[in-house]
């Protein structure tokens, strides 16, 4: 059971990386969810007119492994829902603005967002998300064989 729940974790941390991916090629990308699933994961995207092609995936999968071996950090933190509502409406990201919103009508006062932090410090993407998340993207390129293929 607990082994199921870690690799969920990671699968679910690895569409964090997905999306982090796919923002840093197609930054104009808009965001849906991310969650683990029976088989894997996946990740929403919105490119309006435009749709990945078999070139595009390919390089989206470079990235990922190229921020998987990155080792970037995940940190938790927590943001005051009004607040959190400002931020993510001025990443101009639609979607993850609804859900900000509709969880403020169902009455929660904060939110909670995971940031992605390289070696060096630097902030990478930050998505909406109650987690849980591996530590580090460290534990998904040891146990990359596992997290793939279940
Ligand atoms: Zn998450």
């Not at 933190?77 to 993510?88: C, S």
Request: net charge positive.
């Amino acid at each position: 059971m607990e082994k199921e729940n870690k690799l969920e974790t990671m699968r679910h941390s690895l569409s964090h990386v997905m999306a982090q991916a796919v923002l840093e090629l197609f930054p104009e990308a808009r965001l849906g969810i991310g969650p683990a699933i029976e088989e894997g994961f996946y990740y929403d995207f919105d490119l309006g007119e435009k749709s990945f092609g078999p070139n595009d995936l390919k390089e989206i999968e470079k990235k990922m492994k190229k921020i998987i071996s990155g080792n970037q950090k995940f940190e938790k933190y927590e943001e005051d829902i009004k607040k959190a509502i400002a931020y993510i409406k001025k990443k101009k990201q639609p979607y993850k603005h609804e859900l900000a919103r509709d969880l403020e009508k169902e009455g929660e006062t904060k939110l909670s967002f995971y940031r992605m932090v390289a070696l060096n410090g630097k902030k990478k993407f930050i998505d909406l998300c109650k987690g849980p998340h591996v530590a580090s993207t460290k534990e998904i390129g040891k146990n990359r064989r596992r997290v793939l293929e279940g």
